[in-house]
């Protein structure tokens, strides 16, 4: 059957070595194809990071595991990599208006009736996201009407108090990393929709944020590139060229001679795509989409302290503020660990605000943020590691693509459409769990079916 | 003064042979500066393209000059190319809510109510952005409002009669071929402030749409290249990479030996900036903004008949339509010739359901169109020539970039900040004239100057 396309190197050649890559590569693999999987990086793990604080590995990009995350979690039983939950024992602290208040539980403490309505509007979010098709959000009733608003646009018509619509614009910087006025309503309820609702998205207990991995969830990354094989990486090979013919693709760059396979696998976000040169150009719906996938803003941060004051003080280490710029914030200790480190981010508006500024800078942000929050003992960290997404050559932001209005419906439905012999895949592209590590497992195990399937029609129309 | 850095080989190196870096180049070879210009088209000339269409030549691009396009008049002027008035004599057709009505002067035959609303919006908007200032619209009172609105939602609040929203709409789409939600407020009244008004913007005696250039506007970009000396072009020579370091930059690509420069130009539209893979990576918030800049989506037809038989039956050519896809529609008849022409564009949500049909699907609809307003004489056109620059490679769409909320006031800051030793120029970095010919020259002269300056402080440095 392969015998007649003579000048195949591989019969895929996977660009992008993060879960997306690494999962359409396994799959591949598993089917009996060569494969060959290159990387900007000198490192696979794509959105996922390595770092240490206070001694303690610590993941200064993607974290947590959500309990329906079962590729990852499959994943990590596969390695016997162990979770462990994330730290909320204790009470929680929301600045708000200008106070800081402690409170238990999923109710913050702010105004009874701003309660009352984000528990509506909350409600009122989950029913339109669930009533959207998860593979082709654009093709609902009122899909056009839903994108040509904003968040921002959507929530000033619906919400009347000021505290409801502050508390959804902190779930928004939460889950994309971006100011409501940044998305589009039907980008934000598809979102939703992928990962089974909003309140999954912004929990911890049964939530996006339910557990860690023991020594972070960038070893699951390696863990997953042993599944693959080494000899098939390539690493800190950047990708220059993809030159398309009847027959195969022509995958230029990285200092090598020039490598042919039969089909190939895009995987960088989409707000990348236009660094790889590509001959034919990209269909001109897919060059859109391309430049309307901005990355969202965020630099994570790790403080750590001699020991985790606030747990003895009853508190869960959780904590949000409308002031910021260090907000949410999260307990992140290792299990076992002596010191206490917070983890948390800059997001949006702060994350444009404090790029551009030295590291010193932005220390003293974080710092004062947790000192308004957690007190005087926070003033003095140990140790501090951040981690500027926005900054970070090979991803540019974090932690997905995310769409203004009028994008999803005009340029979404060709974001899984092959362009010719190249397939797309990561998170980006995913139908379930889309922006999380989940969502470029399942991405990458749909590409590979996907090319699987081209191949064997290549090889029929080849015989026939 | 130039004998310090002997590994230069010109002193500036200008990416792109748009009208911007043309009139970058021009700015300095008259001061003296050794210059190269590489272009990865075989044209120059970027947005303005030349075709034929029943023998007559056409623009297929860029085609109007305004009164106050002072740059473009004086370039005409040095080369002896004459203007001539875009023909508007007679009534203009205007389809609206299912039926086509013909109207005189500037006042379309719409309900009494919603003519005098938009008079009152046109008003309101002319003095909300000549409020802004040119240059730093992010930093006026009120900016972060404005950029959290997009121009659709700030319309559904401000607007009452569905027809004064739908003729705003009308003009926003013939000024940035997009959506009405697919753009920021606060950008959309920057780029009006820009160009002196909305009025201005959308008007032909007294505005951009006033004249055209016998023979077409694309021969500007020819006349300039002559100025700039074709001996400092290269053609066809797209560059892959831009590395820089303490003395200068190198460019790479283009199939040539990598340039030498100590300074460095680059005037491709921000959606393109990725294509260019620079060292060290782009400042975090300029990639930030390319991640934030799409092209605008345009197709753009001229459509020939025997006959300019609309001006027998007292037309002027110029017509709108709320129901499209073809508008709006101008008379693009050269003078003298004696076959008529009908040019007009694909805009915003058409250009996205058009772009990837068939050429002739294409015809069919924008003739089904011209038929419903010019009736069925129409139906019958002797040529027909298009172009989709959603699809044009190296553009990437037109008529310039746009920005969604969020962007102007987070990432619009920098939009013209060098980046090292690389300038920037680009109608989308213009202040006078932002997307317009006269724009793309003035940015061009601009980062001229600015590289002047930026070229004698390096020769100081060296000296001390």
Redesign the interface.
Known sequence: MQHDISDATVDVCVIGAGFAGLSAARALVAAGRAVRVIEARDRVGGRTKPGMVAGHRVDLGGQWVGPDHRRLRALAARHGIATEPQFETGAKLIEFGGTVKRYEGLIPAIPLLALIETDRVMKRIERMAAALSASAPWAAAGAADL????V??WLARHVRTAGARALMAIAVRAVFS??P??ISMLFFLAYIRASGGLEPLISVRGGAQQDRFRGGLHALSEALADEVGRERLRLGR?V?ALEQDAAGVTVHGGGEAPLRCRRAIVTVPL??L??L?VSP?W???R??LA?????G?VIKCHVAYRTPFWRARGLSGEAVSDRGPFSPIFDGTPEGAGEGILTGFLE??AT?RF??RTPEARRAAVIATLTRLFGPEAAHPIDYAEN?W??E?WS??CYAGLM???TLT??GPVIREAAGRIHFAGTETAIEATGYVEGALESGERAAIEVLAALNQDALNTVS
Chains 1, 2 share one sequence.
């Open positions: 994108d040509r608003d904003t921002d646009a971006a100011e006025a940044e950047p220059a707000a990348l236009p660094r040169q150009p269909p001109s719906l060059q859109g430049q309307r996938s901005p990355m803003s949006g508006e444009r790029t551009a500027d926005l900054a050559d540019g932001g203004a209005p009028a005009g340029f």
